[in-house]
Structure formats: structure tokens, C-alpha cells
């Protein structure tokens, strides 16, 4: 560690639960946040400002005027840019010292367990259950800790699934796929924009926590805050031993789940080729 980055981190440094051992290893965590929205925002820049070595930044939207109540990372001088690249702007102004890189894409099969293989943590920072989904699967296949936080109207959670237990829950433990959820959206609902910025900064709390290894993670305990009392409740969960995804034949474990997913696009395009072929007829 260099005399500027002793400086930098002496705040941290100066904590007996994670001195200069625990900041080292968080100079060397590669954290991989999927969503650079709401959540993203503040758990993107407090993991840079405390020196993750190494952020994948992805997202495939563009900053929006409606954004800026709540999505730090932008600015109005940046509406109509690419999210991860305004993030990754945003942070190294913060961080030049650190390594930003930004993906303007959607992540899914193939191309998201890569990227998930490739970290040492992941922060789900999405709206959607489709690709919390996805993110679990893939980080349950390569055993990555995930950070998971959601945030609706004045309603949030947040928790941890480190996969590398044989008997820690996953996502799918909890919110079990192919359940009828009512699927909401900011765009539709409306949020607090202070909500984001709670559990984005929880987020990248238990994401230090994680790369530097101490303290007690939120494995097996979601986390609920209601935000119009300021009210934090707890639910304790286990592992569902049957799950789909974790279990002892489920589909992320084997990574089936990709196979699966190759074997539907290559139907779907012989179906289409088909298709072309009977109408060029």
C-alpha cells in the first residue's frame, strides 16, 4: 500500500476490526454492481471511495431527466448518457485511483455468468424479478457472494446470499421463481429518494464487509425498512433444501440452467429459420 493510499484510507485503517489488512483486501476485491440506478448510485460510490480495487459498472439504460431525484451517480449535464459510462465518470472523479468499467448492456445467459465468474462479489442493484432471477442463478453456479437490495414507494430490503455455504439460502430460497409477484416499478409506484440511498449504502456496507472479510453478514435475514415510520424489521430464512436453484440438484448449482437456456435459443432459431425458409417458398 502506497503513503497516498495509507492516507486516503487511514479512516478506515483506523478501525481495529478491519487496520490495514482489511483495507488490502478491499484493494484488491473486483465488485461487479448490475444496475447503476437508485440503488447503484450510492453503493457505487462508497465502494469506490473506500477503495474496491476493481468496478464492473452495468447498465444498459441512458440517465433521464427523472433519474436525478434519486440517481446520485448522474447529473443533468449528463441526461441522454450512457448510465455506466456517467457512473464510471462520476467515480473516478471520486476514485482515480481504482479501475472503472463500465458495460452499457443487458446481462443474461452466457455473457452473465461470465462476468459474474469473473468477480469476487456481486451487488444486485435491479427492478425486475426476470433478472434478479438470473443474477442468482449465476451467482449460485459459480458460489459468488451476492448483495441484494430492492427499493418501492417508501419500502425496502435488503440481504446477503453467500453462496460458497453449502447450506446458505439463495434468492430463489426466498422469492421462489414462477410465483405470482406483483411486479412494480418506479416508474409506475414512485419511490422516496432517500430509500435508495439507504439500502444502496447498506449494500455497499455489507459488500465491504464481505471483501474485507469481518463482521456478521445479513446471510439468512432480510432486512425490512419502512421508510414513512422509520420502522426496520427482521425475517430469518434457511435454505429451502428443495430449491430449484441451491438444492442438491438444483439447476445453478450444476449450472444446467445454462445449458437449458442454450438448448431454447438454438429451438427458437431452427423454428425461425423454419419459418423463413416455408415463406421464401
Known sequence: MTDEQLLRYSR??????????????????????????????????????????RITLVDDD????????????HTQGRVGMAKAE????????????????????????????????????????????????????????????????????FDGQISVYDLRGDDSPCYHCLFPEGEDVEEVRCAVMGVFAPLTGIIGTMQAAEALKLAADIGERLTGRLLLLDALTMEWRTVRFKQDHDCAVCGPTGNGRSGEYLRQAAADRESAGAACRLATSVQAN
Open 86 to 153: 456517467s457512473g464510471r465518470q462520476a467515480l473516478t472523479a471520486i476514485n482515480p485511483d481504482i479501475n472503472i468499467v463500465p458495460l452499457q448492456q443487458r446481462l443474461s445467459g452466457e455473457a452473465l455468468d461470465a462476468l459474474v465468474a469473473t468477480a469476487d462479489l456481486v451487488l444486485d442493484c435491479t427492478d425486475n424479478f426476470a433478472t434478479r432471477h438470473a443474477i442468482n442463478r449465476a451467482c449460485v453456479h459459480h458460489r459468488k457472494p451476492l448483495v441484494s437490495g430492492a427499493a418501492i414507494r
Open 12 to 53: 478506515h485503517i483506523l478501525l481495529d476490526a478491519l487496520g490495514i489488512e482489511g483495507q488490502a483486501r478491499i484493494l484488491g476485491t473486483h465488485a461487479l454492481i448490475i444496475g447503476a440506478g437508485g440503488l447503484g448510485s450510492p453503493a457505487a460510490l462508497y465502494l469506490a471511495s473506500a477503495g474496491i480495487g
Open 62 to 73: 441512458t440517465v433521464d431527466f427523472t433519474n436525478l431525484q434519486r440517481q446520485i451517480l
